[in-house]
């Protein structure tokens, strides 16, 4: 007989070791440090800046003096998509935050709560779920002058109500669990349950949410950037480079390669995080 | 069941009647009103929007104006096309929009759910990985840069295909192809988790054990069972292809209703822009309505659990 045991992880040591396993999520990952490395640090390094113009060096293929080549006002391809990578960095986390926090909020106290409360905030939840909101961002977006802080704005409006219903679904069914009754009927006030017991059990449904929000919103910015809504010039986002791109193609590829390359590259190692997360959070998987 | 679907048609009606209402919001809202901001407005317009709109009539007058009209289907004049209404752009344009929309439609489904149902069969297997890579990609890369890709390809450097234009079958096919990419993966990515699900039930195994070939199995017992997320999942489909052709007909200059609401966003175009709006809302709330009820009638579960909440 032996005295050995087996040491029990957390629910998040089980996760983060079947994260790890996942080969194509720990790439995403590490697509994503250097993503934000070379969102944050790159524009440093570079000799140029994003609005420098330089017309004699206009449609520059690749060289050893621009990396990425010239658009067509000689201005650095690859500072400025060092910054259309800021700009799509920061309108994934700003939306995800945004929505995180309406959401949780929302979908906390309409799942807790229960009954009517819960019922009148789900229908609200429901109509809302209804309207095609991708179009009303646009029309945001043409009535309300485009910009940054706007994109945030209509972005973080629509993403809230996935993270509410989310939100809600696992606070009903948390709150039926057998140790929350148990904590109860030792006289745990209600504060104490929702920050002690049904928190903690959100994390992961909501940590997979968000992490597949976060390309959802890069989509819809370079999209809306794509067809004139987004950032203005000189500017750049990866969207409307792609959109200077498309309408040099026949001259100067390059100019649409890099950013589309940008988006999708960041895109999928979002998705495969995304993915990895949700796998290695899946409870059915936890009990083995 | 008739309650549920009446319950669904009041729904419909309160939505669409919150999409009209925002949209005047929205039109009266700007500052200095809509239509002084341009300084450039041609006089014609002027006076025709002028005298139609009553500007100086009490706000819920033109609501209630507003409104009337809507149900009257007047979605008023263009600001940039004197003399055209809205209602004449969308019903040039739509038609071409839905073409496309349609065929993108039948490509995700006749694609997606056999490659779907194929990688379940052959799960973890390389032709399951190679599907399942290949639909991630899919997922990743926005529709309108695999559009640019395509046409880069195809019609700048093959020359199979025309690049821009409208009119014969050889235009639809670019078109129709980089709008569906986004949904032949996610359908792929769906049957196959839910064919995954359907064939791991006893009844399967019940199928097989009578000696039943694979190819019977599936098409006469799992793939009824494990369409259901399909179903539910073509509302977003239509929005997403919906909201998707506003680029793809950009890049390809197909003169269809997508492209019309790019461009009256550009021009300003506030009458047009605000109607194609809610021409569209109102198609999409009324096409998930339809996809909600339908899915009621399929499912049988849905059916008897409603039979027994009444």
């Given amino acids: 007989m032996s005295n050995k045991r087996k040491e029990s992880h957390s629910i998040y040591r089980l996760a983060f070791l079947r994260f790890r396993r996942n080969r194509l999520a720990v790439i995403g990952v590490m697509i994503i440090v250097f993503l934000i490395l070379f969102a944050i640090i790159g524009p440093v390094l570079t000799r140029y800046s994003y609005y420098e113009q330089n017309l004699d060096n206009a449609f520059q293929i690749p060289?050893?003096?621009?990396?990425?080549?010239?658009?067509?006002?000689?201005?650095?391809?690859?500072?400025?998509?060092?910054?259309?990578?800021?700009?799509?960095?920061?309108?994934?986390?700003?939306?995800?935050?945004i929505s995180l926090i309406i959401g949780v909020a929302y979908g906390g106290i309409s799942g807790y709560l229960g009954g009517k409360v819960d019922m009148i905030m789900m229908r609200f939840v429901d109509i809302l779920y209804g309207i095609p909101l991708t179009l009303f961002v646009i029309v945001l977006m043409v009535l309300f002058k485009p910009g940054l802080t706007n994109i945030f704005i209509a972005l973080g409006v629509v993403y809230w109500l996935n993270m509410a219903r989310i939100v809600r679904g696992q606070v009903l069914s948390l709150k039926e669990r057998d140790y929350v009754s148990a904590v109860k009927s030792l006289g745990a006030s209600d504060i104490r349950i929702i920050f002690l017991h049904i928190i903690p059990n959100l994390i992961g449904p909501v940590i997979v949410t968000l992490t597949f929000n976060i390309p959802e919103a890069i989509f819809t910015e370079s999209f809306l950037s794509y067809i004139g809504l987004g950032v203005s010039a000189p500017m750049a986002s990866w969207g409307s480079l792609a959109a200077e791109g498309t309408i040099a193609i026949r001259t100067a590829p390059h100019l649409l390669f890099f950013p589309a390359l940008?988006?999708?590259?960041?895109?999928?190692?979002?998705?495969?995080?995304?993915?990895?997360?949700?796998?290695?959070?899946?409870?059915?998987?936890?009990?083995s | 069941m008739s309650k549920y679907i009446l319950n669904r048609l009041l729904i419909l009606v309160f939505v669409v009647w919150i999409i009209i209402t925002v949209t005047f919001g929205f039109l009266h809202s700007i500052p200095g009103g809509p239509f002084d901001r341009e300084k450039n407005i041609p006089e014609e317009v002027k006076r025709n929007i002028e005298a139609r709109y009553r500007l100086n009539d009490p706000l819920y007058k033109q609501y209630l104006d507003y409104l009337l009209n809507i149900i009257r289907l007047d979605l008023g004049p263009s600001y940039k096309y004197i003399g055209r209404s809205v209602n004449d752009l969308i019903l040039e344009g739509f038609p071409r929009s839905a073409l496309i929309g349609f065929l993108s439609i039948l490509i995700s489904l006749s694609l997606?759910?056999?490659?779907?149902?194929?990688?379940?069969?052959?799960?973890?297997?390389?032709?399951?990985?190679?599907?399942?890579?290949?639909?991630?990609?899919?997922?990743?890369?926005?529709?309108?840069?695999?559009?640019?890709?395509?046409?880069?390809?195809?019609?700048?450097?093959?020359?199979?295909?025309?690049?821009?234009?409208?009119?014969?079958?050889?235009?639809?096919?670019?078109?129709?192809?980089?709008?569906?990419?986004?949904?032949?993966?996610?359908?792929?990515?769906?049957?196959?988790?839910?064919?995954?699900?359907?064939?791991?039930?006893?009844?399967?195994?019940?199928?097989?054990?009578?000696?039943?070939?694979?190819?019977?199995?599936?098409?006469?017992?799992?793939?009824?069972?494990?369409?259901?997320?399909?179903?539910?999942?073509?509302?977003?489909?239509?929005?997403?292809?919906?909201?998707?052709?506003?680029?793809?007909?950009?890049?390809?200059?197909?003169?269809?209703?997508?492209?019309?609401?790019?461009?009256?966003?550009?021009?300003?175009?506030?009458?047009?822009?605000?109607?194609?709006?809610?021409?569209?809302?109102?198609?999409?709330?009324?096409?998930?309505?339809?996809?909600?009820?339908?899915?009621?009638?399929?499912?049988?579960?849905?059916?008897l659990s409603k039979k027994q909440m009444i």
């Fill in chain 2, 112 to 303: 997606g759910i056999p490659l779907g149902s194929y990688c379940a069969l052959k799960q973890n297997r390389w032709q399951d990985h190679f599907l399942m890579l290949t639909a991630i990609v899919g997922v990743s890369v926005p529709s309108f840069i695999l559009a640019s890709i395509l046409m880069y390809f195809f019609s700048l450097k093959l020359k199979i295909f025309p690049a821009t234009g409208w009119g014969t079958f050889k235009h639809l096919i670019l078109p129709s192809l980089s709008l569906s990419s986004f949904s032949i993966a996610y359908i792929i990515r769906l049957i196959r988790s839910s064919m995954l699900d359907v064939l791991s039930q006893d009844y399967i195994k019940t199928a097989y054990s009578k000696g039943l070939a694979t190819r019977t199995v599936v098409l006469k017992h799992a793939l009824k069972n494990a369409i259901f997320p399909i179903v539910t999942y073509l509302g977003p489909l239509t929005a997403g292809i919906l909201t998707g052709s506003f680029v793809i007909e950009k890049i390809f200059s197909i003169p269809g209703l997508g492209r019309m609401l790019v461009v009256s966003i550009g021009n300003r175009d506030y009458t047009a822009t605000l109607g194609i709006t809610l021409f569209y809302s109102v198609l999409l709330v009324s096409f998930n309505s339809l996809v909600d009820i339908v899915y009621m009638i399929l499912d049988p579960r849905v059916r």
């Fill in chain 1, 262 to 287: 940008g988006i999708s590259v960041t895109m999928l190692a979002f998705n495969f995080v995304g993915d990895g997360l949700r796998d290695a959070f899946d409870p059915r998987m936890i009990e």
């Fill in chain 1, 63 to 97: 060289s050893s003096r621009y990396l990425l080549g010239t658009d067509q006002l000689g201005r650095d391809l690859l500072t400025r998509t060092m910054y259309g990578a800021r700009i799509s960095l920061a309108v994934g986390i700003v939306a995800s935050l």
